[in-house]
């Protein structure tokens, strides 16, 4: 064969073996035996092999893993990836229905899907290449894993549409692959994965793509962000499109015409939905006709045309073995049963919540008891009942203890709270749960600094408060448990690029007493910079909008304490930023204008500081539009790292061209 009579060889058997796993992993029709399947794909790994200039992107011999990745990358969705409100019964059902019929005043047609219980993840296409697969991180904010989505073997590599598309789903383990997958790693001395949900995830969160690859992922698909296609009108046609696309959508999708309907196929889905094979969780229920959602619009997290119903908790029969004591951030003592393992709802269950000392009495909870769990969900179990019948005689009852497990103070009930506390400001459980909640994720979401690493960094003493988090050295890590040179260098940058987040995430992180991550959002977008929270005074906080008095009252009494104002000053000389990036309106100081107004900027590269939405934000609060191209309208192009074609085009075109740092100096510029 000469040189194009090989190219279309291997065009050919690409297709066909695409076809026929197209036919095989997502319409689950195969038209062709296995073997003649491996037959192909054989003579393709060899034809591949003796020419390997000739090997295409979207082979399927590509699809068992590239090389392994340093860390991810983190992506930021144009579209934010939502979740969804709760239904836990009919009678919820029939109130969403109210809202929504309220909420048009006209006639409403539901699709009802399978709630998948896995992991949210998107793809997008462009050109009709898969270019990129994420997970939904915190709904802004993912982490780019396309080379393990590219093992799916249902995800297509390419799709006969050449506009953007990006849908959206749900990557799971079916029960088969996960009972394979626990029996492998019990052989093999390693720890099981409690849940399919936690396997899938674990297996996308693999840095070596030929892990995942051996880990018979799937995935469905029920969603959609950038859509340039043709404006489709309803959920239900855009599920048929993209099932023509290739795309493998779950077959069990309705319409339903009424809440009866909708209600009907909640019902069969509980009774029969042991019958499938991967794990569901609940059913999702969706305004069918897109102009209708659009009118419906969403809440601050959810929108208002879906809801999630959760399947009823299951029970299960177990003993208490022991009752161990946690400190919590704020000092609350808790009490969790250890259980005698159990499996109940596709996960192995170890400990229950029992809430506080009332709680023990009230259920009469005694160690050793056979006792009743339930779990709801995501949360931890909860004891039901004890079963008193079962009982030999040899349980011992339970006292709370009346000092701290961790620092021996003497424990109090609060104003007349049930809860006991520890009111030791220095008791360490607290600080180190302090630390725990100021490097998650909605506060300064810190990377590579999980409870492991804060645990034995509390342990060494090489960070007892939060500023000597930033005082940590590279060299101090490198001693720590499973801490290697590469993630010592990456947590210090973590850290590093922590100093420059927003406002909001910092008054979270210090875990004022009543003040959620939403509460922080409204005080700094308020008063902008910790300066000017600091004064403020009682009244000034209660006359905010969802302030409440707890809020305000927590808040002052907060500030007014000595070794606040210590850590804040000391954290600001350790350059943590202390202003609100979110909507920051800055002046140009000679024309007094908005410093963007009526400007089209254009953002490129990769930015280190900001993120891509956070850099918009600011941009468009301070009277810029940002646009994706840069053509003669454009007035000014941000360029980050690795700007590409849109920065030698302004080159060309002569427009302005900032780099991050003038960015940065613009946000730091006055305010008004
Ligand atoms: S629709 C605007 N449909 O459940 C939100 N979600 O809280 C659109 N999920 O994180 C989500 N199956 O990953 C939708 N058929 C389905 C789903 C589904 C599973 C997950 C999804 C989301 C969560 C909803």
């Not at 069969?268 to 069918?288: A, C, F, H, Q």
């Amino acid at each position: 064969m000469d040189k194009q009579e090989v190219r279309q060889k291997i065009e050919s058997l690409v297709d066909r073996l695409n076809k026929y796993a197209h036919e095989y992993y997502v319409l689950d029709t195969p038209s062709v035996p296995d073997a003649e399947y491996d037959k192909l794909f054989n003579e393709l790994v060899q034809l591949e092999g003796e020419h390997p200039d000739l090997v295409l992107e979207h082979s399927p011999t590509k699809r068992v893993g590239g090389e392994p990745l340093e860390g991810f990358e983190k992506v930021e969705h144009e579209i934010p990836m939502l979740s969804l409100g709760n239904a836990f019964d009919e009678q919820d059902l029939r109130d969403f229905h109210r809202r929504v019929t309220n909420g048009l005043n006209e006639e409403v047609v539901y699709i009802c899907e399978l709630k998948i219980d896995g992991l949210a993840i998107a793809l997008t296409y462009e050109a009709g290449q898969f270019v990129l697969g994420s997970t939904r991180g915190d709904g802004r904010v993912g982490e780019n894993i396309t080379s393990n989505l590219r093992t799916v073997r249902s995800v297509p590599l390419t799709i006969p549409e050449k506009r953007k598309v990006e849908v959206r789903g749900e990557a799971y383990m079916p029960h088969e692959s996960f009972v394979k997958l626990n029996e492998l790693r019990e052989k093999n001395g390693e720890m099981l994965f409690a849940n399919p949900r936690n396997a899938a995830a674990g297996s996308l969160r693999q840095l070596d793509p030929r892990i995942a690859a051996t880990r018979n992922l799937d995935l469905f698909l029920f969603g959609y962000g950038v859509w340039e296609l043709d404006d489709i009108p309803t959920h239900s046609e855009r599920l048929t499109y993209l099932t023509d696309l290739g795309f493998k959508i779950n077959k069990e999708w309705k319409k339903c015409h009424s809440i009866e309907e909708v209600i009907e196929y909640v019902t069969y889905w509980t009774e029969n939905r042991r019958s499938l094979s991967y794990e569901i969780d609940g059913i999702v229920i969706k305004v069918d006709d897109l102009s209708q959602q659009k009118k419906l619009g969403f809440t601050a997290r959810t929108p208002r045309w879906a809801i999630a119903y959760k399947f009823p908790a299951t029970e299960a029969v177990t003993t208490i073995e022991d009752v161990e004591l946690s400190v919590g951030r704020t000092g609350v003592v808790t009490p969790t049963a250890i259980l005698k393992p159990v499996f109940i709802d596709g996960s192995t269950v170890g400990r229950a919540t029992l809430h506080n000392a009332d709680q023990i009495r009230a259920l009469d909870i005694r160690i050793g008891d056979t006792i009743i769990i339930k779990k709801a969900g995501d949360i931890i179990p909860k004891v039901v009942r004890v079963i008193k019948e079962e009982r030999s005689g040899d349980e011992e009852p339970y006292e709370m203890p009346t000092h701290c497990p961790a620092c021996d103070s003497e424990l109090v009930h609060l104003d007349d709270e049930v809860a006991l506390r520890c009111m030791n400001p220095n008791c360490p459980a607290q600080l180190k749960e302090g630390l725990i909640h100021f490097v998650s994720r909605d506060a300064m979401n810190i990377d590579g600094l999980g409870e492991k690493v804060i645990e034995q960094l509390f342990r060494e003493q090489l960070v007892n408060s939060i500023d000597d988090i930033y005082r940590l050295e590279k060299e101090q890590l490198l001693p720590l448990e499973r801490m290697g040179e590469k993630s010592a260098t990456n947590l210090i940058q973590a850290i590093e690029t922590s100093k420059n987040n927003s406002l909001e995430k910092l008054i979270f992180g210090l875990g004022i007493r009543h003040i959620g991550a939403k509460a922080a959002q409204i005080l700094a977008g308020e008063f902008e910079t910790m300066e000017s929270l600091q004064q403020a005074t009682y009244d000034k906080l209660v006359s905010i909008d969802e302030i409440g008095e707890k809020m305000a009252d927590a808040v002052v009494h907060y500030f007014a304490l000595e070794k606040v104002s210590t850590l804040l000053n000391d954290l600001r000389e350790l350059g943590v930023n202390m202003t609100y990036l979110g909507n920051r309106r800055t002046t140009d100081e000679t024309s007094g204008e908005l410093i963007f107004a009526n400007k089209t900027v254009v953002l490129t590269g990769k930015l280190e500081k900001l993120t891509r939405r956070e850099a918009k934000e600011f941009i468009e609060a301070n009277g810029g539009k940002v646009t994706g191209s840069v053509s003669k309208n454009t007035d000014l192009v941000i360029a980050g790292e690795a700007a590409g074609s849109k920065y030698d085009q302004a080159k060309k075109l002569e427009i302005t061209i900032w780099d991050e740092s003038q960015l940065e100096e613009a946000i730091k510029g006055v305010s008004t």
